[in-house]
T-cell receptor
Framework: GAVVSQHPSWVICKSGTSVKIECRSLDFQATTMFWYRQFPKQSLMLMAT?????????EQGVEKDKFLINHASLTLSTLTVTSAHPEDSSFYIC????????????FGSGTRLTVV | DAKTTQPTSMDCAEGRAANLPCNHS???????VYWYRQIHSQGPQYIIH???NNETNEMASLIITEDRKSSTLILPHATLRDTAVYYCIVRANAGGTSYGKLTFGQGTILTVHP
């Protein structure tokens, strides 16, 4: 089936620095990808929809200037957390629609971000 | 988006069938029922989906009531590796306000014990 690769799987950064997370569709093209955030013991919260060649669509309450999304190719979307703070520490997950049919979505393995 | 209601947690003995219910009484005619699961610290995994007919695949069966207001995910022979959070999501496959998005609720924590 379709595979979405996410990198890095975990990262620790200092407050005030920026961190980039990559999401790649390995064996298919994804014109749309989705970015989620998950805090401990909570469900996934959709942050934004990444659209290839155009601006991302952010969910209400998500700061677009803080969470920069770039979808420059059909197989790569990146999420950059700018000027990270400890409260940005979370599990970030990307997904793309599985092109093999059925309408299901395939998810990356997630990135654990810890801001110290 | 149509909302779903699931029990917070369930237990199941290994080797037995796990039946996970989901209520989606406000589901629209063009919305499918999707089931995903998330094992701790991993990305969600697709399990199965359906519109109005019952569905079965290698992982599970999905039973949807005739009025489509509720459904049940069945893991026929649960194993310890099936311990996870199971999410029931309704979403339109084309058009509609829920198209393209997966909105996760709190899900059901399924614990399979020996």
């Amino acid at each position: 089936g379709a595979v979405v690769s996410q990198h890095p799987s975990w990262v620790i950064c200092k407050s005030g620095t920026s961190v980039k997370i990559e999401c790649r569709s390995l064996d298919f093209q994804a014109t749309t990808m989705f970015w989620y955030r998950q805090f401990p013991k909570q469900s996934l919260m959709l942050m934004a929809t990444s659209n290839e060649g155009s601006k991302a669509t952010y969910e209400q309450g998500v700061e677009k200037d803080k969470f920069l999304i770039n979808h420059a190719s059909l197989t790569l979307s990146t999420l950059t957390v700018t000027s990270a703070h400890p409260e940005d520490s979370s599990f970030y997950i990307c997904s793309a629609r599985d092109p093999t049919g059925g309408g299901g979505y395939t998810f990356g393995s997630g990135t654990r971000l810890t801001v110290v | 988006d149509a909302k779903t209601t699931q029990p917070t947690s369930m237990d199941c003995a290994e080797g037995r069938a796990a039946n996970l219910p989901c209520n989606h009484s406000t589901i629209s005619g063009n919305e499918y029922v999707y089931w995903y699961r998330q094992i701790h610290s991993q990305g969600p995994q697709y399990i199965i989906h359906g519109l109005k007919n019952n569905e079965t695949n290698e992982m599970a069966s999905l039973i949807i009531t005739e009025d489509r207001k509720s459904s049940t995910l069945i893991l026929p022979h649960a194993t310890l590796r099936d311990t996870a959070v199971y999410y029931c999501i309704v979403r339109a496959n084309a058009g509609g306000t829920s198209y393209g998005k997966l909105t996760f609720g709190q899900g059901t924590i399924l614990t399979v014990h020996p």
